[in-house]
């Protein structure tokens, strides 16, 4: 079993940044890639960014490309997204999630994801 957790959601406003933490503990050697996701009220949860544990592979959404960046560090069992140039529409709870699968490259559907974290709010103001 792989848990996860996120934190450094919160508040902001328009324009403004944040950065996201997930920390993964237990069997964190069966992780291949360590996805974002997003659900605001109402809406699907949609893919945001991933990247593989291991490589160097990353893949993101349209929406955030130029915006975030997803990191991790290895050596923390800890995956980050830094958000930048953040924009109402950004408002949604924020999951990550790992991926047990042997990938090349980080996959985006949610299904194809094992484990999650509980979500961390991030609310951005006009």
């Known amino acids: 079993q792989v848990q996860l957790v996120e934190s450094g959601g919160g508040l902001v406003q328009a324009g403004g940044s944040l950065r996201l933490s997930c920390a993964a503990s237990?069997?964190?050697?069966?992780?291949?890639?360590l996805g974002w996701f997003r659900q605001a009220p109402g809406k699907e949860r949609e893919f945001v960014a991933a990247?593989?544990?291991?490589?160097?592979?990353?893949d993101y959404a349209d929406f955030v490309k130029g915006r975030f960046t997803i990191s991790r560090d290895n050596a923390k069992n800890t995956a980050y997204l830094q958000m930048n140039n953040l924009k109402p529409e950004d408002t949604a709870v924020y999951y990550c999630?790992?991926?047990?699968?042997?990938?090349?490259?980080?996959?985006?559907?949610?299904?194809?994801?094992?484990?999650w974290g509980q979500g961390t709010q991030v609310s951005v103001s006009s």
């Open positions: 990247a593989s544990w291991r490589g160097g592979s990353t």
């Open positions: 999630a790992a991926d047990r699968t042997t990938v090349v490259v980080p996959r985006r559907h949610p299904l194809t994801y094992d484990y």
């Open positions: 237990g069997r964190t050697f069966s992780i291949y890639a």
